[in-house]
């Protein structure tokens, strides 16, 4: 979960984009999907380097709600403690309350159980095929990018299921939070309270997770698809940025408008579990 306070995408020169974004908007209206998804599918044909960025909308045909606050669980103001839900999962509750936090991670969790890959997780592994390297770059922590097999994959918010101690550093996987006795769960080695390997609200991402991001967009890249995320956070935006400065097309494959739209080469206004599948026919029957 991304900080709270993260700041908004900063552009470096906002009249670099003005007329990028009106023509973006235009192309939007005038093309239907069926053409938007003729037009993706052709980028792709193209493409040697792909950067595919996903949020909570890529998992909701996975039956995962989608936040805010976990696809409406909490919808009103406070929890049912009298905090925000920001507040019960942010770092600085934690510790002071584990407990507190640990009560909200659980129900989250039981509300995703059972969630599987959808066509959208499995046709990313499956455009992986057709291009040198697809790099997938999830906000979600439900990994259902893993359990589909995607091969180079940046979780930046980390993984509900992996669990690690606070104090002695030891982890461990879980399928799910059934097993766990006690909220907070202890560690089993030196009894420490264990949490999520995720980033709380108020909590910085984590290093390793940053550089090698870094690293995919140093090394450039050809198309970057942005799937059902509202890339609210600078640094989720950076690549359609680049790419509105000529360094690559932007697709965006989401049934709403989002803050970069406008900047997008191609808008693909659907879910992405109708729209991928649909990219890789495209890509297959033209021989890619």
């Known amino acids: 979960m991304p900080r709270h306070n993260d700041p908004a995408p900063r552009l470096t020169s906002p009249a670099t984009y003005i007329h990028r974004s009106a023509s973006g908007i235009l192309r939007t209206m005038s093309c239907s999907l069926d053409d938007n998804i003729a037009r993706a ?10 950067l595919a960025i996903t949020g909570a909308g890529m998992s909701a045909d996975s ?4 936040y805010r606050g976990v696809g409406g669980l909490y919808n009103d103001q406070a929890t049912a ?5 920001e507040q019960a999962l942010s770092g600085p509750m934690f510790a002071r309350d584990p407990a ?8 989250i969790e039981s509300a995703c159980r059972g969630a599987r890959p959808n066509a959208g997780h499995q046709g990313l592994v499956s455009l992986a095929e057709h291009v040198d390297h697809l790099c997938v770059v999830t906000q979600n922590v439900d990994g259902l990018h893993r359990a589909a097999g995607t091969r180079h994959l940046i979780e930046m918010h980390g993984n509900i299921h992996r669990l690690f101690c606070v104090r002695c550093g030891q982890s461990r996987e879980v399928a799910d939070y059934a097993g766990l006795r006690q909220w907070p769960p202890l560690c089993a080695r030196c009894a420490g309270v264990e949490r999520p390997a ?16 870094q690293r995919e ?3 450039g890249f050809d198309v970057v698809l942005m799937i059902g995320t509202t890339a609210v956070f600078e ?3 950076a690549p359609v940025y680049a ?12 049934p709403a408008e989002t803050p970069i739209t406008g900047l997008c080469d191609v808008k693909c206004a659907g879910r992405a579990a109708d729209v991928i599948p649909a990219l890789l026919r495209q890509l297959e029957a033209g021989g890619r």
């Open 41 to 50: 599918a052709s980028a792709l044909g193209s493409a040697s380097r792909v």
């Open 63 to 66: 039956g995962m709600p989608t």
């Open 81 to 85: 403690d009298g905090v925000p839900i």
């Open 100 to 107: 507190l936090t640990w009560k909200y991670l659980a129900q």
């Open 198 to 213: 995720v980033v709380l609200f108020e909590e910085t991402l984590p290093r390793s997770a940053l550089e090698r991001y």
């Open 217 to 219: 967009l140093a090394s």
């Open 235 to 237: 640094y989720i935006a």
């Open 243 to 254: 790419a509105a400065s000529g360094q690559g097309t932007a697709i965006e494959i989401n």
